[in-house]
């Protein structure tokens, strides 16, 4: 089987999966296209564009299967290269631009939400990494296009792709007996997210803040992906909880896994989340998550390892786990999220679409 893979915007958990299905399902004939996950808005409305130009040869060969993420613009590259719309062509959405919670300086993602249903609507399977994500696809698309001028009907398309589509996750790796000897510290809290505003630093370090105040023994590892502008609360943080930090700021691969593997608590504060793998690897290597009772999170974490999405509900719990230790729950059992539970399902999408 030959399976060209597009990824139009290889942020690192794209590139994970991309990386691991292959790893994998070693069996197909995989072509990888990618692109680097910078500017934005240029890039899922230009990667057909790009790849038409650079990858002109690899595109004109003839696949059976063409799978895609979500901000690939499918519609426009079938109209560049007819013959890939005789493949069978399948969708990954790691994500939807319909439930991206918009600051008040960003212009709307018009182009964005669009390329997302063109690219749905274009595809024979569309598959989501959650439940979530599915739902607030449909139900974003319906409410977005009824503010199209023409008022068009848009419920039976997109409950007919509601009732086609798969929700697969992103499994994660088995998990590596090299570092199973690392002493676990109970009191050290991970923060292992983007630095960006939608992962709602505020809530996390207002709470820290408050603990430290109190006196409340913690220690702290800021990890995750930062960028050049990150929102304002990262620097007053690392200056407010210095005391406390044992790290800050993104790791090399050993060091972060060995902060993983250490650490007792895992937190998560965010407005935006489709699967969370971040948290997920946490937890794998026995670290407590904390999650948001919203979003994707009620369907992956039983109710003791989620708070109620308020600041005072992640200090309750926070300061809970930090000074009795018997308040905690016992290490989340994540077998069932690795890809040997997940293989046959893959395999399984792409040899019904082949």
């Not at 018009?110 to 690219?119: C, D, G, P, S």
Request: proline share 7%.
């Amino acid at each position: 089987m030959r399976v060209l893979l597009l990824s139009a915007y290889e942020a690192v958990s794209h590139r994970y999966w991309a990386q691991s299905l292959m790893a994998q399902l070693d069996d197909v004939s995989w072509t990888l296209l990618s692109l680097p996950p910078r500017h934005f808005a240029w890039r899922i409305r230009g990667n057909p564009l790009s790849w038409m130009l650079k990858e002109h040869a690899t595109l004109s060969q003839s696949f059976d299967v063409v799978l895609a993420t979500s901000m690939v613009d499918l519609a426009t590259l079938i109209g560049l290269f007819p013959h890939l719309g005789q493949a069978q062509k399948i969708v990954y959405f790691h994500e939807n631009q319909f439930a991206y919670p918009e600051s008040s300086d960003q212009m709307p993602q018009v182009e964005a939400k669009m390329v997302n249903l063109y690219t749905a609507l274009a595809a024979d399977s569309v598959v989501f990494n959650s439940a979530y994500n599915r739902d607030s696809f449909i139900d974003g698309a319906r409410a977005f296009l009824k503010k199209m001028p023409e008022n068009l009907p848009a419920a039976n398309p997109l409950e007919a792709l509601r009732k086609r589509a798969h929700v697969l996750p992103v499994p994660l790796s088995i998990r590596s007996t090299s570092l199973h000897d690392t002493p676990r510290r109970p009191q050290l809290i991970v923060w292992n997210h983007r630095w960006e505003y939608d992962k709602n630093p505020n809530d996390f370090f207002e709470v820290l803040f408050r603990l430290s105040a109190e006196g409340v023994a913690f220690e702290l590892a800021v990890l995750g992906q930062r960028f050049r502008q990150s929102p304002d609360i990262f620097e007053q943080a690392e200056q407010r909880l210095a005391k406390h930090v044992v790290a800050w700021g993104p790791q090399p691969e050993a060091e972060y896994r060995a902060l993983l593997e250490g650490a007792g608590i895992v937190v998560s504060t965010t407005w935006h989340e489709f699967q969370g793998l971040a948290i997920m690897e946490a937890a794998q290597r026995g670290a407590l998550p904390l999650v948001p009772d919203r979003l994707c999170f009620p369907a992956l974490y039983p109710p003791a390892y989620r708070y109620d999405g308020t600041r005072e509900g992640l200090y309750q719990r926070l300061y809970d786990w930090l000074t009795d230790s018997t308040t905690r729950p016992a290490p989340l059992a994540t077998t069932a999220w690795e890809w040997p539970a997940w293989r046959d399902a893959y395999r399984q999408l792409l040899a019904v679409s082949a």
